[in-house]
């Protein structure tokens, strides 16, 4: 079975953040690849932003903070096959 998982939200609701948390959570991004993000966060004054940065990945968009292309990731569980994607929240970047 394929899920769909899609965070949707206002600009700096956490729809990165969380979506970096899942992606965390079920294996899809390491420690190690996580304390790295935390570092490179810091150095740009965005600690607390690190986890947005597994769905985040291009260099405008750590910049800036805000999502700018829609984050795609994707994992399996013992039944189901999950798809996350994260929408853009600052009505500039909003399709």
């Known amino acids: 079975e394929h899920v769909n ?11 990165s953040t969380i979506g970096g948390h899942v992606m965390y ?6 420690k190690r690849t996580l304390e790295k993000y935390e570092r490179e966060a810091k150095e740009k004054n965005r600690e ?6 597994a769905l985040d990945t291009n260099q405008e968009e750590r910049d800036k ?12 569980t013992d039944t189901k096959h999950f798809t ?10 909003v399709p």
């Open 5 to 15: 998982i899609i965070f949707i939200g206002h600009v700096d609701a956490g729809k």
């Open 48 to 53: 607390t932003w690190y986890l947005s940065w």
């Open 65 to 76: 903070g805000k999502t700018v292309e829609v984050g795609r990731a994707a994992f399996d």
């Open 84 to 93: 996350l994607l994260d929408a853009p929240g600052h009505k500039s970047f």
């Open 25 to 30: 959570l079920t294996g899809q991004v390491d």
